[in-house]
């Protein structure tokens, strides 16, 4: 893409947002990668002038559990339709007496407890290393800090996401443990989307909205999928708010990201040239393309 081009933006619908409403000129359009297929196909709109493109996370009507997402496809899709900025949309558990349900929370770091589940795009025959330093664009948190404002909807900016394999909730323990971590919140899906945005050099950024206290909170102890629908519709009402003023600040942006995420591969493979092997640089040709 041309640094002088538009932003595009994608959008990374979680548990109870599985589209977005207000978007013109609609096109759900099935995308194939090397990496197998995507959640779902893909919605292709307009949120004014501002090219939106979207993917329920779990498939539309959630036919997907988190351990079944196929995490490389939906960023190597989104990638090769041109996104440069990806905001993630995610239900999450507090882990913190002041983060009740209904907070939205701008996390910037993560914990990755997932344990069944591709991580990279890169392996043999393509070795790379990318900076995880700060998972989450600045840009794109102020951008969404902002929109937050003018839509009337408090947001927290900063804080840790544990994620967690499921589909079962927390035990006990394993919330204290987590809580002791100093995280905030605690999810299934945002690891490890968030290291294959990296990798595929998308500017990335999580809203994790906060449905549930986990299991550790002695007046809330334990979860239910009830319990957890409820918030999560009301959840999405305020989502759909955020997403239609973020969009536009986002699409405002030409050139590289002024945090480097665009230029995430420059010194990230490590294999010689002459050592890659061709069949795997051949797979990455969207996600790497630009530095093989």
């Given at each position: 893409m041309s640094s002088s081009a538009p932003s595009v933006i994608g959008i990374i619908g979680g548990s109870g947002l599985y589209q977005i409403d207000g978007l013109a000129d609609v096109e759900w359009r099935a995308v194939e990668t090397p990496f197998g297929a995507p959640s779902d196909a893909l919605c292709f709109g307009r949120l004014g002038e501002a090219r939106v493109v979207f993917l329920p996370r779990h498939g539309r009507g959630h036919r997907l559990g988190p351990s079944q997402i196929n995490f490389r496809a939906n960023i190597d899709a989104l990638k090769r339709c041109g996104v440069t900025d990806i905001l993630s949309l995610s239900a999450v558990g507090s882990l913190k007496e002041e983060l009740a349900p209904g907070d939205f929370v701008l996390a910037d770091q993560f914990i990755d407890r997932t344990v069944a589940r591709e991580r990279s795009f890169f392996g043999a025959g393509c070795v790379a290393h990318v900076s995880l330093a700060h998972p989450v664009c600045a840009r794109l948190g102020d951008a969404l800090s902002a929109a937050g404002a003018k839509a009337g909807i408090p947001l927290r900016r900063g804080g840790s996401y544990l994620a967690m394999e499921g589909p079962q909730f927390s035990t006990l323990a394993e919330s204290r443990l987590y809580r002791s971590w100093g995280c905030d919140v605690i999810g299934m899906t945002n690891m490890p989307e968030a290291k294959l945005a990296r990798e595929a050099e998308i500017c990335y950024a999580t809203v994790a909205m906060v449905t549930d206290f986990d299991c550790w909170h002695p007046e809330h102890d334990h979860v239910t999928v009830e319990t957890v629908v409820r918030v999560l519709?009301?959840?999405?009402?305020?989502?759909?708010?955020?997403?239609?003023?973020?969009?536009?600040?986002?699409?405002?942006?030409?050139?590289?990201?002024?945090?480097?995420c665009r230029n995430a591969l420059d010194h990230a493979i490590i294999t010689a040239p002459e050592a890659r092997d061709p069949a795997v640089v051949a797979r990455l040709d969207a996600v790497a393309g630009r530095v093989l």
């Open positions: 519709l009301a959840n999405a009402e305020k989502a759909r708010s955020l997403v239609k003023r973020a969009v536009p600040l986002l699409a405002r942006h030409r050139g590289a990201c002024p945090h480097g």
